[in-house]
């Protein structure tokens, strides 16, 4: 419970210093806002929603995603928010040509990340990225090259490592506090969470997550051609045979499987 407590307030302290950063390239007026233009909808993506409603002078502004059921959901809670409806896109290259977008914030599948971060900064949008910033080193450099020349503010969701409690926590493991470390493991937690809330699947459940074993199958949701553009959300990633239904809802995973 602590660590999810403090987890939730390193992200909101993170997001409104990526909202005062991404507004480090513009002039502020006493009446002026940040547009916001979401790209992605997923998991990730409603949490950047639910954030970014929250902070002064950020307005979201326009909403992307190749899913039209996620725009729909997105747009009915923008409308609650009180500051209009959001222009609305399918494509994100439709996106960066509104020119009343200021800064885009990106929640797409991984494959994505560096390709979406160098056409924003091309288009003159500032940009909050989440990890992992690339696919390989070569795209991260192609990302700072384009940032550097296109004079974009940058910001890769990786601030777990600056969150002041973790890095004490690091610096008390090198200091021995629990004597040598010879090991360390990792796991995966978001099928385990999406198991116990009840998602259907079609998945036997028997695939691994590295060493980590499925505990459920893989959710299910509503994907059929009229509301997910499945070659958008592939781009230049590897294409497999589709499976209707077989798509994760989340900003990670939607359109590998």
Not at 48 to 72: F, M, P, S, W
Not at 96 to 120: C, R, Y
Not at 220 to 229: D, K, S, T, Y
Request: hydrophobic share 40%; glycine share 12%; aromatic share 6%.
């Amino acid at each position: 419970m602590l660590a999810d407590i403090m987890s939730h307030l390193s992200r909101r302290h993170f997001f409104q210093g990526a909202a005062m950063a991404l507004s480090a390239t513009r002039v502020m007026g006493a009446n002026d806002q940040i547009n916001v233009g979401l790209i992605g909808i997923g998991g990730r993506g409603n949490n950047h929603l639910d954030t970014y409603g929250k902070i002064t002078g950020a307005r979201l502004a326009a909403i992307c995603d190749v899913n039209q059921a996620a725009r729909e959901k997105a747009q009915v809670k923008i409308e609650k928010l009180g500051t209009g409806k959001a222009a609305e896109y399918d494509d994100m290259r439709k996106l960066f040509a509104d020119k009343t977008v200021d800064a885009v914030s990106v929640a797409t599948p991984n494959h994505w990340h560096a390709l979406t971060t160098i056409w924003a900064c091309e288009a003159g949008k500032d940009v909050y990225c989440e990890k992992p910033a690339s696919h390989n080193v070569y795209e991260s450099f192609r990302m700072v090259e384009v940032a550097r020349r296109t004079n974009r503010m940058v910001q890769i969701g990786s601030q777990s490592r600056s969150t002041p409690f973790k890095m004490k926590a690091m610096q008390l493991l090198k200091d021995g506090v629990i004597g040598e470390l010879y090991m360390a493991k990792g796991a995966v937690l978001q099928a385990a969470q999406e198991h116990r809330q009840g998602s259907g699947g079609t998945g036997a459940g028997g695939d691994q997550l590295g060493s980590v074993p499925r505990p459920g199958p893989v959710p299910r949701i509503h994907a059929e051609p009229f509301c997910l553009q499945l070659a958008l959300v592939l781009g230049y990633g590897q294409r497999r045979h589709r499976q209707p239904g077989r798509a994760r809802d989340g900003h990670r995973a939607l359109g590998h499987g």
